[in-house]
Antibody, heavy 123, light 107 residues
């Protein structure tokens, strides 16, 4: 059974870089059947897609965050990571790491989610 | 970006009621439309993928329909554990976008 677990600091100062890691267990992050995604949810609000990465290393990012975000894979550790630079209070949110299925006919749906981790941006 | 609009944003219903939630896309998403359930403090859970396919382990009282721009999630007989917020999402194009959510509350 595949599981995803986020880890990283829960508090980040304004202007610094938010760094989170997602550890995948029970399956390989190198599988071509899936892509790996970060989604966030500000307190009391809806879900916002940040970006994703494929096993090839190809990445896609939300345009409004593109200048500040990097998603990367570490296949040796079966992990993928998120870095978001120059954070402000507006980046305070629960961050989820998520698996998207490329298998037919799932059409890219996000079938497995981490439990989420709250990151607060504050001095 | 494709905008996803859900209606209503909230509803009150009783156990046993039939509940319908609508989702409209600003342009076609074909069948690349999925539904999630989120309970407070928890991660979203995939209920329906590709507009009408039930994810494994999800009760059959949940169903989805539609294609193109208009979609519906139906709960045939609302159960106590179904009180939650429901989101639609498209994976037709980048950026992936979600609807604003529909909160289903107890009447």
């Amino acid at each position: 059974q595949v599981q995803l677990q986020e880890s990283g600091p829960g508090l980040v100062k304004p202007s610094q870089t938010l760094s989170l890691t997602c550890t995948v267990s029970g399956g390989s992050i190198s599988s071509g059947d899936y892509h790996w995604t970060w989604i966030r949810q500000p307190p009391g609000k809806g879900l916002e897609w940040i970006g994703n990465i494929y096993h090839s290393g190809s990445t896609y990012y939300r345009s409004s965050l593109k200048s500040r975000v990097t998603i990367s894979l570490d296949t040796s550790k079966n992990q993928f990571s998120l870095k978001l630079s120059s954070v402000t209070a507006a980046d305070t949110a629960v961050y989820f790491c998520v698996r998207g299925s490329l298998q037919w006919p799932v059409l890219g749906a996000f079938d497995i989610w981490g439990q989420g981790t709250l990151v607060t941006v504050s001095s | 970006d494709i905008q996803m609009t859900q209606s209503p944003s909230s509803l009150s219903a009783s156990v046993g009621d039939r509940v319908t939630i609508a989702c409209r896309a600003s342009q076609t998403v074909s069948s690349y439309l999925h539904w999630y359930q989120q309970k407070p403090g928890k991660a979203p859970k995939l209920l329906i993928y590709a507009a009408s396919s039930l994810q494994g382990g999800v009760p059959s009282r949940f169903s989805g329909s539609g294609s193109g721009t208009d979609f519906t999630l139906t709960i045939s007989s609302l159960q106590p554990e179904d009180f939650a917020t429901y989101y639609c999402q498209q994976t037709y194009s980048i950026p992936r976008t979600f609807g604003g959510g529909t909160k289903v509350e107890i009447k």
